[in-house]
Each structure stands twice: as structure tokens, then as C-alpha cells.
């Protein structure tokens, strides 16, 4: 199927001038550089014929590049720093054709093998459809491939969102927002009852019942204010733990699920901060920041509303110092953000190289750098500081300067007041009143730009929560999937290509195929694509092109569930979980009898080292496995795999780090587990495979040969550069011991 | 297979295909040579490292200077079309929103805007006052000094950093 992005009118032109009656266009494709580097457009048509490249900058059509097809054998591309090249072969000689930076990478690798399939006569099978780079709506680029535009989603969806999850405890949340509306209200009416006793009371100097009264009142309404406080602070909390926990359990449950391509692109950390920080901030923001934004944005509104009905002409005066504030505040946060930025920005760094110090001290003392660290550290020491007393500082000279414009309102207030009462017109109970509002009105003012900061980090937050969950997960339970309960064990490759960068292909139009229980060592240089080509078998990533096939069927149609399950995999570095030594044997099937374990242990070679430990199978593991030697590990993991007698069996350099006696021990116990289950192999000392049916050798992404030992040795391949390289350094080795 | 070359018996040619020939001290000629530079970001113009096909070296050149004027514009031709990276000489928009900056920015090769994710771990300080910058699809930016940069880029920077 043809790749066509639609061209612009003055390439088309162009197009149109060059292109023959029956020519046929088969690709077009935009690139982001001019052939001098600059910004710009330029253009890669392939028809059935030929191949061309059109500039613009008034460059006509006869000065395009042409490249008939016949003559090119393959295309290739090539990255560079922070873009790449398309290359065709022509005649045997590489011919750059296009540059285009790392934005176009991805079209750019499926139009090289679009031009490769066409020049080799072959089907065109590319991907017809491009991701769309800008947002439709609003001509942004986006951050992701996924087509999602978060500047245009975000805004109102996210906390449509976040409030979405109070659906389950819709009592709770009306009870809530009852209590704080009813709060606000009641936080209003002291002043209104000091003004009556100052006026009819205290002044007056009579009307002692009514002080009760008034008394009474105040005590009613602070009573009311503390109870319905605790009542919503208690149900805040249990409302945003309650859903904090929900999304954290959703995350953590979708992270598993996720494929492991997702999990190449995000480091660990990151995604740890984002089941801890992250959920935490929304959990501040829905704990604190909502209720607060909603009582005091009540508050002020009930304030000025009351005061307005007193008098309005004063209301007007002492509500002069708000812009100032408002302003003020603004601009203070802005500064502040940036230097609380810093300072969190040197905490991170001196925790991290705090962290690498103490975590090299071994190769400090061994290259006797102690006070070149003891410096390193007093540096970043310093910065900390400094950066804190800076932040610290403008903090506190905010506030000062904060209180002062708060306080001129009262100053406005008792001079305008005053004069007011002086003349007559309003009361002393009236004034007092006013300025008993003032101060709950300039109170939270301070903060309201801070709450949106507060917001935006939460929204923030969750945003990157939501991308997470929005992810497509696995395809655990696909109902359509075929049922295999018991896997035979054939493995075909078919013309498969894949990279884990679409635009770097790993493994190319790799063909080969694997009978049911056949032992399979695969062979390369490091990095030639062995482990990825085990990645395939055991889907951990699907292919670009082509297919792989188990007993005959798509792995992509095969039950996941039912794949894994009949998949055991030894790593080279094994992992182990926190636990005890039978755990960690159980862990692929936690309803094994000890009795199982004990077996799988022996199948191992296992057993002997295991009970001569104080604890036995009840050895702890402990932090990173410390406790026991890289060999040991290994044959707990060679246990676990054994455990669920898989159908399938991959080791992955699963006998490199060990010394020969424990590879030999290893040895024993995989020649007893491989027997009659398809098991690929990956080892480097090549004596490692002797007992394989056929040996795979990969170069380069490459198939280089596939047979037994003696027919790889017979031909000239990489194979037997290998051997003879292995022979001679362990002829060196024995010279030399 | 290394050397330091020097300078004088190094030749440099373009053969038909616009690929790079090299011929050290008179010796056979290596055909698609490619050039880079051993540190990029520190020494720009120095420590220039001729790799054959297969990425093995072929020789380093202490400093672009010492290479006669033909091959020095060969060598500096190739680096500008190997190191794509950018120069930001003007900032026109910079709007950072929930942890995502999306940048308008005028260079020598242009005006271009970019997205960047994750400010983080996506902006590398090479000095207090020289960064970089990797947008979402790894291309590269640079501000190699930020003072030199306009009053209204230095505020946006600022404002986002």
C-alpha cells in the first residue's frame, strides 16, 4: 500500500511537471531540512520508477535529484546527531539522499524500506498512516506520537477527572461541601454580633441580658465552627485517602499490565515518584487545596457581599489595597517558584552525589580521591545553603511586606471610619465590624495565588497519572485469542524486522525456524541482536514487519497468559525478590508443595548449597540477594524456571558469570531440564553450546548460518571466526597457567 | 589500529558519490569516512576523529586549525551535517504548561519550534550559564551563553526554568 503525506501545492507542482503519463506515486514524504541545512521543506517522491528528491527556495523541477529505481539495490538510513539520513546503494556506491532531523526519524525509516522493497521488485508493506505531528486543533506539536494534545485536552477534563473518582462516595461529598458552605456562613456572623454589642451594649453602658445573649451567641458559633472544622477535615481526609489509595492501586495495577516497551522508556525512578509524588500532591490538593479554595473563595464573596450592605462607600476605600495585593502576590510567587525551584534543584543534586559517594567510597579509597569527594561535597554543601538563605530570605520579606499593604486596609479603614463617626454617619460598633471582616478578608487573599500553583503542580501530577492509565496496557485476556494449553514448541521466524527504535531496526528480515524440542545456541557479538531476538519469542515486544509463529500460529493471536505461562527464562543477572530461597523458587507458582520446590532445587544442582545454609530453603535473600554468590543465584533462578516446567526454555548468559566448576554443575542440571522442551541459548564461551542440535548465528541483525557445529565450521562465516578467536585465547590461557 | 595523525601528510577528497576519502601519510586510501568530533561539547574544534566504515579509527586531528584549508572546509562540512544541533539565538515564545514547554525559537538554521517534556531531565546545564536543551524527539539546542541572549528570551527562560 502506498505512503502518501499529502503535498504542499508548490511540490505538487512540481510533482506534476515531472511525472511521465503512466507514472504512478507510491511515496511521498516531507523533510524538515533544506539540502543547506536550514529549516525548511524538501521532498522524497518514490513512484514505480524512480526515486526524487524537490527542493524549494524557487529551485525548479529540473533541478531535483533523480535516482531511478533499477538502479538502487537497497535504502538504508543513518543517524546523526539529532536527526539522520536517507542513503540509497547505487550501483554498490552509498548515495545520501535526504537529511532530516530525529522528528521525521520515524517516517523516514519505513520510506527507506518501502524504497528497499520496491527496488528488490517485492510488495510495498509499510505503514500507511502517519502519526500526526501537530495537534489538529491548535498547530501545536506534540509532545507524544499518541495524537493526544494535552493543551487542548487538559484544563477543565482533568479536574472533570479528578472529581470523577468522588463518584463512589457521593454522600460523603455532599455532606462535605454542606459542612463547609455552612461553615463560611457562620465564620460571617461574629462581627455582625460585636457590632450589636459594641452599639447597644458597650457604649450605651446598659442591657446587661442582651450581652448574654450575644455572648451566647459567639459561643454557639464558635462551637458550631470548631465541630463542623473537625467533622470536614476528618471527611476530607478520608475522602481524598480513600481515592488517592483507588488511583494508586488503579496505577500500580496498570503499570504491571503495561508491555515493556513502555517500561524501556521510563527509568524506574520516575515512575516511583509517580505512584509516590505525584499521587501524593493530588492527595494534598484534594486534602487541602480544594476544600480551601472553595471555603475562602466563599469567604470573600460573603465578605464583601455583608460589607457592601453596611456601607459601600467605605467598602470601596479600604478594598483600594486588593490589586496591590493581588499583584503583589503574583509577582512574589513567580520569584518564589523559581527559587524554591533552585533550592529543590540542588537538594536533588546533593542527594544524588551524596548517594554516589557513599556508594563508590570503595573506588574513592582505591584511587585515593578522598579530598577531591570531601571537596566536591563542601561545593554542593554550599550552593544548598545558599540557595536555601535566598529563598528563606525573600520569604520572610515577602510576608513583612504582605502584612504592611494588609494593614494599610485598617489604616484606611480607622481614618475613613473614623471621620465617618466623627460626622455621624455610621456607628463605632459599625467600624468595628468592618474591621473584624478586614482580616479575614485579607487572609486567605494572600494565598489564593498559591493555591494556583499548588494547582497546576497537582494537575500536573495527575496528568501524567491519567497518561499512564490511559496506556494501552498488555493484551492480558484478549477473548479472540487462540487457546494454547499446551504448547508444542516450533518456532518460526518470517522476515522478521524489529528495533526498539523504529528507526534503528535491530533484528532485519530475519527467516528461520525451530522444531519442537530442539536445543537451539544462539551465537554473535554482543549487541548483534541474541537477546532481542529472545524478546520476540517470548513477546515481550511485538515485531515491526513480518511475523513470528509458535506450533503455527501468530504469536500475536496466542493467549498471553498461556504463552508466559509455558515460558520459563533464566536471565544473566538474576533477579531475585526480597524473600526467603523457597519463595523465590515458588515465585512463578505459588501453590507448589514444598516437596515440588526440593525437586526443582535438585533439577538445579541447587539443592546441596541450599541446605548447607543455617536457614536452608529458609535462607533470606535480603537486600539485592548479597547474601548469596552470583552462581548460587543463578541456580535459584534455574530453579524457578524448572518449577513450572515450561514448554519453552531461554537462558539468556545464564552460566557467563559464574567460575567453571558451578558452570559445570549448571550444565548438569539444564542437560536434565532441556529434554524434550524447545530451549534457545545464549552464551558466550562457546563450549557452553556443545550439547546443541543447531546453532543460530546472528551478525549485525543479521542470520549468518544456522547448523550443527560441524556444518557451521565447514563454511567461511563469522561462525568459525569465533571459534578459532575462543581456541586461541584459551590455548593462551594454558600457556599461560 | 589508532594514530595521531599529523596534519601535513593527512589528504582528504570527495570521491564522485560526494563520500569522503582519506589518505594518511601517502598510504592507501579509505573510501566513506566518517568525521566526528571526541568532545562535542567542550572542545568543538578540537580533537577531530576520522572513523572508517565499521567505526574504527582511522586517526584524530588535535585541532581543526592545523588541517590545510581544503581539508578543513571538507571536515567542517561534514560536522555541519553530522551535528545537527542548533543554536537558539532568539526566544519569540516559550509557554510552559503542566510540566510540558513548548518553545518558538529563531536559529541559524531558522526559525522552528519544539516541544520539551519533562524540563528536568531534558535541559542540561553545561555551565551556569550555557544549556542545552533534547526536545521530545531527541533533536538538540543550544544557548551557549545566556546573557548574550535579549532582555524578553532571558525572561522567558527564566520564567520556565
Redesign the interface.
Known sequence: MPMLEPLTSEFEKQWRSLAHPQEKLLISAMAD?TAD????QRWLLVSDRRVLVLDSNGAGPEEAIEVPLAEISEAKTES????G?LTVQ?NG????LI?Y???E?DKFAEVAAGITQLAKGEELKIAEELPPMRCPKCG?????RDGVC??CV?KGAVLMRITSYLGSYKWQAAILAGLMFSRTLAQLIPPILTKRMIDEVLTPRQNFSLLIWLVGGLAAVGLFTAASEAASGWLAAWLGAHIIAFIRAELFRCLERLSLRFHDRKETG?LMSLVTRDTDRLHEFLVEGLPYLVTNGLMLFGIVGVLLSINWRLTLFILIPTPALFIGGGLFW?RMR?LF?RWW?RWSIFSAELNESLSGIRVTKAFAQEQAEIEKFDRRNEELLWAGVVADRTWFSFFATMNFFTSTGALIAWLMGGRAIIAGQITLGTLMAFINYLWLFYGPLQWFNQVYNWM?RA??GA??IFAVLDTEPEPYSDPHAVHLPRIRGDVAFEDVTFGYDKSKPVLKDVNCSVKAGELIGLVGKSGAGKTTFINLVCRFYDVGRGRVTIDGHDIRDIRLEDLRNQIGIVLQEPFLFNGTVAENIRYGKPEAAFAEVIAAARAANAHEFIVAKPNGYDTRVGERGTKLSVGEKQRISIARAILRDPRMLILDEATSSVDTETETAIQEALARLVKGRTTFVIAHRLSTLRNADRLLVIDDGHIAGMGTHEELMAGEGPYRRLVELQQSLSRMKAMGG | MSSQADSQTLTLRR?K???LVLTLDGGNPVG?VRVVRAA?LSHPSRYITFLDEKGRELCTVDRLDDLPQAERRLVEEEL???????TIQRINELES????A?WDVE?P???????V??V?SSITWLSPTRLLIV??????FEIPDLRALDRRSQELL??T?
Open positions: 531540512l541545512g536550514y529549516f525548511g546523526l546527531v539529532g536527526g539520513r547505487v556506491h552509498p548515495r545520501p537529511t532531523t530525529n522528528s526519524g501545536r506539536r506534540l509532545p507524544d494535552p493543551a487538559r520516575s513567580r523559581r525551584h534543584q497546576s494537575f500536573a496528568e501524567r | 570521491d558519490d560526494g563520500a566513506n562535542p555541519t551535517s553530522y551535528y545537527l544541533c542548533s504548561e503542566f510540566g510540558i513548548y536559529t538554521r531558522g526559525r522552528r519550534d519544539f516541544v517534556k519533562d528536568q526536545d521530545v524527539d531527541g533533536n538538540r527564566e520564567m526554568l
